[in-house]
């Protein structure tokens, strides 16, 4: 199968502070991974892409150097959300893009950040 | 023309019977259709998915069915069990693109 991590899977932070979340592809290398957040029983909003070796591409509203996307080799993203508030509190989740016929994209466990 | 609208937004249905979940859309350059299924405080998983050259595909008790021609598909569940209790989420994606837009998610209770 295809595997996907994240770490942590939940992080309490002080206001203010800057947290970093790692997503890693375990059994396939990924050009590309996808950086989502949910808020509770809502869908899925896509936040931005990650391309290995060139800039995060964010979706509109997303802002950029709040939450900062580095994808570092083809199994590893990392996301930092910088001076994180309250309202950044939400439910992360990544996913890597698996090349194939069927566009198939697997989804990390999530991460669960809660900002005091 | 980007969204693509899943229904209904909650259902329960008892042990046994079958659990279906709409979804339609408006882009026909769409041709990768996933459902997801995702349990609380976890990643959505890969369920089942279709390409539009087929109406049908099945895995186990899991269908998706494809009207091309209505823009719709469907996810059917057959002989439902509580352990199917979950959210589920259709998506749809373009050819050569790799971004996914999902549906609004469909809360689905299966009563012992």
């Not at chain 1, 890693?24 to 990924?30: E, K, N, P, T, V």
């Not at chain 1, 580095?70 to 090349?99: G, K, M, Q």
Request: charged letters at 20%; hydrophobic letters at 35%; proline letters at 5%.
């Amino acid at each position: 199968g295809a595997v996907v991590s994240q770490h942590p899977s939940w992080v309490i932070c002080k206001s203010g502070t800057s947290v970093k979340i790692e997503c890693r592809s375990l059994d396939f290398q990924a050009t590309t991974m996808f950086w989502y957040r949910q808020f509770p029983k809502q869908s899925l909003m896509l936040m931005a892409t990650s391309n290995e070796g060139s800039k995060a591409t964010y979706e509109q509203g997303v802002e950029k150097d709040k939450f900062l996307i580095n994808h570092a080799s083809l199994t590893l993203s990392t996301l930092t959300v910088t001076s994180a508030h309250p309202e950044d509190s939400s439910f992360y989740i990544c996913s890597a893009w698996r090349d194939s016929s069927y566009n198939e994209q697997f989804f990390g466990p999530g991460t669960r950040l809660t900002v005091l | 023309q980007q969204q693509v609208k899943q229904s209904p937004q909650s259902l329960i249905v008892q042990k046994g019977g079958i659990s279906i979940i709409n979804c339609a859309y408006e882009n026909t350059a769409f041709d990768y259709f996933p459902w997801y299924q995702q349990f609380p405080g976890k990643g959505p998983a890969l369920l089942i998915a279709i390409r539009p050259d087929v109406s049908e595909k099945k895995e186990g008790r899991f269908t998706i069915s494809f009207n091309k021609s209505a823009k719709q598909f469907s996810l059917h569940i057959m002989d439902s069990q509580p352990g199917d209790s979950a959210t589920y989420f259709c998506a749809a994606s373009k050819r050569g693109a790799q971004k996914l837009v999902f549906g609004q998610g469909t809360r689905l209770t299966i009563n012992p």
